[in-house]
C-alpha cells in the first residue's frame, strides 16, 4: 500500500475511534445523569455505525477526504441531549459537555504510556525529525514504524481534540464546562448564551483562529514530554 494512503487511514481511522469515544461519553454521562435522550438514540454504544448515521458528513466524508488530501483528518460529531434537561441542571450538563474530552484525554494518556514504554524498552528511539505522526523511530532502522505512527497519531490527535473542546466558546465543550464552577443560578443563565446562533457561529470562527496558533507549542511539549532532555530545532 502506498505510504501516504496507510498514513491517512491511520488518520481517518484514530479519528473514527477518539469521536466515537468522545461522543458516547458524552452520551453515558447524560444517560447517568438523568437525560436518556443519546441513550435512545444509540449513542452510549463505542460502535461508530450510531455517530456515522447522525453525523454522516462530520464523521465518515470530511475526515475521510481530508485524512487522505490533507495528511490530517478533520471532521465534527454530536450527541443529543434534552435542552430542557440542561436548563434544568446546568451542572450535570457541564458533567455532560466535560466528558468528552475526558474520554479524549484517556486516549491520549494511553497512547503516551506505550511510546514512554516503547522508547525505554529500546523499541522506539526519538526520530531524526519529528511530525504529527512521527514521535518516534523504530530503533532498528532509524525510520518511522507502524505502532509507533499509530501511538503518535492517537496522542497528537486526541490531544487537539480534547483541548479544541475546551475552548470556553459556545458552541465548544468548553463553554459548558464553566458552568461547574458557576453557583446554579448563574450557570443557567450562562447556558442560556449558547442557545443564541450568532454566539455559536462567532465562538467557532474564534475557535478556528486561535487554535491553530497553539498548536506548534502544543506539539513541542508533547515532544518534551515523550523525549525528556532531547532537542528538536
Known amino acids: 500500500m502506498d505510504t501516504q494512503l496507510a498514513l491517512g487511514l491511520v488518520w481517518f ?3 473514527l475511534f477518539s469521536t466515537t469515544v468522545h461522543e458516547a461519553m458524552h452520551a453515558f454521562v447524560a444517560w447517568k445523569g438523568g437525560d436518556p435522550t443519546a441513550y435512545h438514540g444509540g449513542q452510549v454504544s463505542l460502535s461508530p455505525i450510531p455517530h456515522i448515521k447522525r453525523e454522516p458528513i462530520g464523521m465518515l466524508v470530511v475526515p475521510l477526504l481530508t485524512s ?7 471532521g465534527w460529531a454530536s450527541a443529543p441531549y ?6 434544568r441542571h446546568p451542572q450535570r450538563a457541564a458533567l455532560m459537555a466535560s466528558a468528552g474530552p475526558a474520554g479524549n484525554f484517556m486516549i491520549a494518556l494511553v497512547a503516551f504510556a506505550g511510546l514512554r514504554a516503547g522508547l525505554l ?7 531524526e525529525r519529528a511530525a ?6 523504530d530503533a532498528g532502522t532509524g525510520d518511522p514504524n507502524l505502532l509507533g505512527t499509530v501511538l503518535s497519531v492517537f496522542l497528537v490527535l486526541n490531544v487537539f481534540i480534547g483541548l479544541f473542546n475546551l475552548l470556553p466558546l459556545p458552541p465548544l465543550d468548553g463553554f459548558s464546562v464553566v458552568s461547574i464552577f458557576l453557583p446554579e443560578e448563574h450557570a443557567s443563565k450562562w447556558r442560556s448564551l449558547q442557545a443564541n446562533p450568532m ?4 465562538g467557532l470562527l474564534i475557535a478556528w483562529r486561535v487554535f491553530p496558533a497553539i498548536t506548534d507549542p502544543l506539539f513541542s511539549l508533547l515532544l518534551v514530554l515523550v523525549h525528556p532532555g532531547v532537542s528538536y530545532s
Open 82 to 87: 434534552d435542552p430542557l434537561w440542561a436548563e
Open 68 to 74: 487522505l488530501t490533507q495528511g490530517w483528518a478533520m
Open 13 to 15: 481511522l484514530a479519528f
Open 199 to 202: 454566539m455559536s457561529m462567532a
Open 121 to 127: 524498552t529500546g523499541l522506539f528511539v526519538a526520530p
Open 132 to 137: 504529527f505522526h512521527t514521535l518516534v523511530a
